[in-house]
Structures are given as structure tokens and as C-alpha cells.
Nanobody, 122 residues
Framework: QLQLVESGGGLVQPGGSLRVSCTAS????????IGWFRQAPGQERERISCINVRDGRTYTADSVRGRFTVSRDNAKNAVYLQMNSLKPEDTAVYYCAADHGNYVCPIHPESWGQGTQVTVSS
């Protein structure tokens, strides 16, 4: 039973930085693809970044490329999303999801976290 918990969200000013974490328990993430998604009110869920935990391959969406960086710490069984140069339009609930397999992004996630709110406002 793989469980994911996001943390690190909060209120940040435009131009600021925040790092959100996805911490796993129950299984090692070594053989998983982990995706970061976000959803704002009235908007469809957006895939923003992914990582293959085993080999480090990543995907980053155009909307956040150059500002957001996904990484993993295998020793801590965790994946992170470093968010820099934050904009008000980045305001959303951020979720992580895991899919077992040799992928970069999840295809059919077996686990989702509960989400963490990121609000970018002055």
C-alpha cells in the first residue's frame, strides 16, 4: 500500500519561492514514476512536472519550465517540486501521484496525495 503525502504549501508573494514535498510510505519509490499536478478552481487538472525516480528522467510543462524543478531524494523516499519566480496564476492545489513502471509521468496512478494549497498573492 503506497501512500503519498504532500506538504510545504502556503502563502507566498509574487516572485517568491516555495518547495513542496511528496513523501511516500508503505513502498519504496525506486520503481515509480511520480507526477506533480495542480488544479485551480474552475480549471481542469494540469500536469506540470514528472520524474522517474529510478533514473532521474524528468518532464516539465511549458507553463512552468524554467521556474519549477522536480527532484527526488531516494534516501528519504521523497520527491520535491522547487517553485521559483512564482506568479499569481500558479495558485492552485498541488498534488503528487505515483505509477509503478518505467515511465517518466504516471499513466494510471495507483496512489494520489491529498494535495497542498499554494497561494501566490501580495
Amino acid at each position: 500500500q503506497l501512500q503519498l503525502v504532500e506538504s510545504g504549501g502556503g502563502l507566498v508573494q509574487p516572485g517568491g519561492s516555495l518547495r513542496v514535498s511528496c513523501t511516500a510510505s508503505g513502498r519504496t519509490l525506486e520503481y515509480y514514476a511520480i507526477g506533480w499536478f495542480r488544479q485551480a478552481p474552475g480549471q481542469e487538472r494540469e500536469r506540470i512536472s514528472c520524474i522517474n525516480v529510478r533514473d532521474g528522467r524528468t518532464y516539465t510543462a511549458d507553463s512552468v519550465r524554467g521556474r519549477f524543478t522536480v527532484s527526488r531524494d531516494n534516501a528519504k523516499n521523497a520527491v520535491y517540486l522547487q517553485m521559483n519566480s512564482l506568479k499569481p496564476e500558479d495558485t492552485a492545489v498541488y498534488y503528487c501521484a505515483a505509477d509503478h513502471g518505467n515511465y517518466v509521468c504516471p499513466i494510471h496512478p495507483e496512489s494520489w496525495g491529498q494535495g497542498t494549497q499554494v497561494t501566490v498573492s501580495s
